[in-house]
């Protein structure tokens, strides 16, 4: 068995709408059968006894190795901890060969299940030693590693739950929610409204406190000190003077980080010192008695509190301190970083100390019942505990925390308060606020270790998101074999006449309110997301290709709108195992099945293959066909849907009795229309800006505005006239876009009609054979000319090729070989006469058409000199 490739699908994708890994897995013949490979199982069982089934309940087939190596990548994945279910081993045209598809939550992880599960079934073929347990392991920790944080994650989790869509920006906790114009960003339990200046006063202890008594809201005593003898002497000042104790901790500082609480003596706070110190600047206050609260508070509520508990061992007169540590860490809740509900004790130095002053070492007993403490700091960070305490908590603290987090700035915000009790106000039991804290954990709230856990996450989704808001920008995409960058171009266009900033994306670039921010093809997922991330974004229009969408599935969860143009045989078959026109439609179909529920598919009904996808789609449809009476579109406006169609020289939009009317005169790309794959085009971008919500007004008037000129539409049936011949440029390159071309030309004057034609080497030999078998009925004179890459072919196949389905053409009496496409459509020019016709199917669209505009250009200005 081997794996010829690995690639992760990011996005909603052929197989499954959830994130994937595919591999390519080619099995020789004794390997499509795992159960004739004589002890493979019980081998495989014995390294990994986890794995579970291997042949599903009542399957009926042959099951290879691929089949297990699906299984088992998904079963690694299970078994460190990831929420996965799904995997398909699809068999391909070519025997042995198998693509497997495995579900995963963090690609990293998804990937080395992947590889590490081929070596496990390698090692049980060769009877190998492997360690399943230490592969598990390390996939937990990369899991740990990768995955958003807790606190992050449930805001996440709560953007999800309202349908807001979400994209990570670093490895790290900032996250990006919603879409272009509409987008807002989280990092960690922080927001994009707080400022820099908020969360630097926050950092600032004894600033914080000033401005907080200042603002009525009770503090400790204290100030920060110069150096060890400053500190006693504040000490003193605040709190041992009077035989109360003291704490000592950074001015600067989080997660309980070199603080030192109950201090009563020099020594102890020496060594207090030392330790805030390695930290930054130090402060002493009074330390206040009784209970550690973390009061969390968004926006003007105050959503959640607990009472946090210091870590700590309970004796049990047989094990020792240490060993009491080592079995509390046992509980599958806590772990070394903050990626758990709870963190593992340290029996570090701080804790060490902490013990001592009890008389203590890690290896003393303690006895039955015996509390010991092994830190003074209750900070979740530090191993400690927490109990839900928000339904204790009395109005007037609620309200005292709110006004502290609104005095420093902060719209999320952790108050640490200490007191007795939450039950009474903290003037009333000398209490109060020793902290605030910008992007405080919410770990104690989402998973307390007693007491009801909070859904923490919503209110700050809430605090981002008015209600009924979803972060969502209008999405339209678009596919279909031909017609779709005219289409994507043209929808963009109506968008854009409405005020929207739009973003689109084709196979000419990707554009944002009409500048262009990248170049080439990019009607794949990357482009989209890049469209869907920039900031001037109110409407998307994006073009998904079939490579983007095998490659990596589509760059969003779901569309508003998807458009299918038609689907052909041209469309690159016999690529990544689509060898059918039916396989084309179920990739296709992708984009349909991806439609909100709330959404529509604007399908093409005079297409068997696209008029079969209404059944996937989750939302409405709408059909488009020229013939109202075709039975698809007769039926579903019988049924009172949505249908547009033309009739008697009209773009019409109808649903049950209701009709808008727009004359084709009045669209110029159609020109009257004459050109019938325009006109679809047309009928296409018309049902989706109907399906948007855009006023009539303003499809009238953008379509009025759209004509298919080098700016609006380059290579897209592009009318020039040179010397009084017609020349059109177009990018067309398949059977079905040459038949609609000739459709379209024979529709236009012209007395001896010329085509310059090149072919795409990734297509297949009858493809392009096929193309000039057509063409070669409709015109007189056909140039062939090479492309600038071959795509895999050796130089001069395709040249042969297409002069093989010019051979007993019935119209071409002058067909020649020209070396250069520049050069080829030079010759061209050159043997047009006034009233003669030249279709040029570029292949460097942009250079192409700069020629042919220079060239016109230059004719103009002899005509014009010699006038």
Same mark, same amino acid.
């Given at each position: 068995m081997k794996i010829s490739r690995i690639r992760a699908l990011r996005g909603p994708n052929l197989w499954t709408r959830s994130t994937a890994i595919e591999a390519i897995v080619h099995c020789d013949s004794r390997e499509c059968d795992y159960l004739a490979l004589a002890g493979f199982e019980d081998r495989l069982r014995a390294r990994f006894p986890a794995i579970g089934a291997l042949q599903p309940h009542g399957a009926d087939q042959r099951l290879s190795l691929a089949h297990v190596l699906g299984t088992a990548a998904l079963s690694l994945q299970a078994q460190a901890g990831c929420p996965v279910t799904f995997n398909r081993t699809h068999a391909t045209v070519e025997p042995g060969t198998y693509q497997v598809v495995v579900e995963y939550t963090e690609e990293a992880v998804g990937c080395l299940a992947m590889e590490q599960a081929g070596a496990l079934l390698q090692s049980a073929l060769d009877d190998t030693p492997f360690d399943t347990d230490k592969l598990i392991a390390a996939l937990r920790e990369l899991d740990e590693d990768e995955r958003i944080g807790p606190s992050t994650g449930s805001i996440v989790d709560a953007a999800v739950a309202r349908g807001i869509p979400f994209r990570r920006l670093t490895s790290g906790s900032l996250v990006q929610l919603g879409w272009g114009s509409q987008a807002r960003r989280i990092q960690a339990a922080e927001l994009d409204v707080t400022s820099a200046v908020a969360e630097s006063i926050a950092q600032d202890k004894d600033l914080t406190k000033r401005l907080l008594h200042a603002a009525g809201v009770p503090v400790p005593l204290g100030r920060p000190v110069a150096d060890v003898e400053d500190a006693w002497a504040v000490a003193q000042e605040v709190g041992l003077q009077e035989g109360l104790a003291v704490v000592v901790k950074p001015q600067d500082g989080n997660q309980g980080k070199g603080v030192t609480v109950n201090i009563t003596t020099r020594a102890q706070l020496d060594a207090a010192y030392a330790t805030a110190f390695e930290y930054?600047?130090?402060m002493v206050e009074r330390f206040l008695p009784g209970h550690d609260f973390r009061l969390l508070v968004v926006g003007h509520h105050l959503v959640a509190a607990a009472r946090r508990e210091p870590p700590q061992v309970l004796g049990d007169g047989v094990h020792s301190i240490r060993a009491l540590v080592d079995l509390v860490n046992q509980d599958p809740r806590r772990g070394s970083g903050h990626g758990t509900a709870l963190t593992k004790i340290r029996l570090d130095d701080i804790a060490i100390a902490r013990i001592a002053a009890e008389g203590l070492t890690p290896d003393s007993v303690p006895a039955q019942g015996q509390r010991v403490v092994l830190r003074n700091n209750a900070n979740l960070?530090?191993?400690?505990? *927490?109990? &839900?305490?928000? &339904?204790?908590?009395?109005?007037?603290?609620? *309200?005292?925390?709110?006004?502290?987090?609104?005095?420093?700035?902060?719209?999320?915000?952790?108050?640490?308060?200490?007191?007795?009790?939450?039950?009474?106000?903290l003037e009333e039991q000398s209490g109060g606020i020793v902290e605030v804290n910008a992007a405080p954990g919410l770990r104690m709230h989402l998973a307390p270790s007693f007491g009801k856990p909070r859904n923490v996450g919503a209110p700050m989704v809430d605090a981002l998101f008015a209600p009924g808001q979803d972060g969502r920008v209008p999405l339209v995409a678009v596919t279909g074999t031909n017609g779709k960058t005219t289409t994507t171009r043209l929808i963009a266009h109506l968008f854009t006449s409405h005020g929207w900033r739009t973003a689109m994306t084709n196979t000419d670039g990707v554009y944002v309110n009409g500048r262009q921010i990248d170049s080439g093809d990019c009607s794949g997922p990357r482009s989209a997301r890049?469209?869907? /991330?920039?900031?001037?974004?109110?409407?998307?229009?994006?073009?998904?290709?079939?490579?983007?969408?095998?490659?990596?599935?589509?760059?969003?969860?779901?569309?508003? +709108?998807?458009? +299918?143009?038609?689907?052909?045989?041209?469309?690159?078959?016999?690529?990544?195992?689509?060898?059918? %026109?039916?396989?084309?439609?179920?990739?296709? @179909?992708?984009? %349909?099945?991806? +439609?909100?529920?709330?959404?529509?598919?604007?399908?093409?009904?005079?297409?068997?293959?696209?008029?079969?996808?209404?059944? *996937?789609?989750?939302? $409405?449809?709408?059909? /488009?066909?020229?013939? @109202?009476?075709?039975?698809?579109m007769a039926t579903h406006r019988a049924q009172g849907s949505r249908v547009v169609y033309v009739d008697e020289g009209h773009i019409v939009a109808a649903e049950g009795s209701w009709r808008e009317n727009i004359a084709l005169r009045d669209i110029p790309i159609t020109h009257g229309g004459s050109v019938g794959f325009q006109v679809e085009n047309v009928m296409a971008s018309v049902a989706a800006a109907w399906a948007v919500g855009l006023p009539w007004q303003t499809i009238r008037r953008g379509l009025a505005g759209f004509s298919t000129d080098g700016d609006n539409a380059p290579g897209r049936f592009n009318i020039m006239d040179y010397r009084g011949a017609t020349l059109i440029a177009d990018y067309g390159h398949n059977p079905d876009a040459m038949r609609a071309l000739v459709q379209a030309v024979q529709a236009m004057p012209g007395q001896r009609r010329s085509v310059v034609i090149s072919? *795409?080497?990734?297509?297949?030999?009858?493809?392009?054979?096929? $193309?000039?078998?057509?063409?070669?009925?409709? /015109?007189?004179? +056909?140039?062939?000319?090479?492309?600038a890459c071959q795509r895999g072919r050796e130089d001069g196949e395709v040249l042969a090729l297409l002069q093989q389905g010019l051979q007993g053409a019935p119209r071409a009496s002058y067909v020649t070989e020209i070396h250069g496409e520049f050069v080829a459509i030079d010759h061209a020019l050159e043997r047009l006469a006034p009233g003669d016709l030249c279709l040029v199917l570029v292949d460097q669209v942009e250079e192409a058409l700069e020629h042919l505009q220079r060239r016109c250009a230059e004719t103009s200005r002899t005509t014009a000199g010699t006038a």
């Open positions: 930054g600047d130090v960070s530090t191993g400690g505990s *927490a109990t &839900d305490v928000t &339904d204790d908590v009395h109005p007037e603290i609620a *309200a005292r925390a709110i006004e502290a987090a609104q005095t420093i700035g902060l719209h999320i915000c952790g108050v640490d308060v200490v007191c007795e009790t939450m039950l009474k106000p890049n469209a869907l /991330f920039h900031p001037e974004t109110d409407a998307a229009v994006l073009e998904c290709a079939r490579g983007g969408m095998l490659r990596e599935g589509l760059g969003f969860d779901r569309c508003k +709108v998807a458009v +299918v143009t038609n689907v052909g045989a041209g469309d690159h078959l016999g690529l990544n195992y689509i060898t059918t %026109v039916e396989d084309v439609a179920v990739l296709k @179909r992708v984009i %349909v099945q991806n +439609v909100a529920q709330d959404g529509y598919a604007v399908l093409n009904a005079a297409d068997p293959h696209v008029a079969a996808m209404g059944g *996937a789609c989750p939302g $409405q449809v709408i059909y /488009f066909a020229a013939d @109202r009476h075709h039975p698809v072919g *795409a080497g990734d297509r297949r030999d009858q493809d392009i054979v096929e $193309q000039t078998q057509i063409l070669g009925t409709a /015109f007189d004179d +056909v140039i062939l000319y090479q492309d």
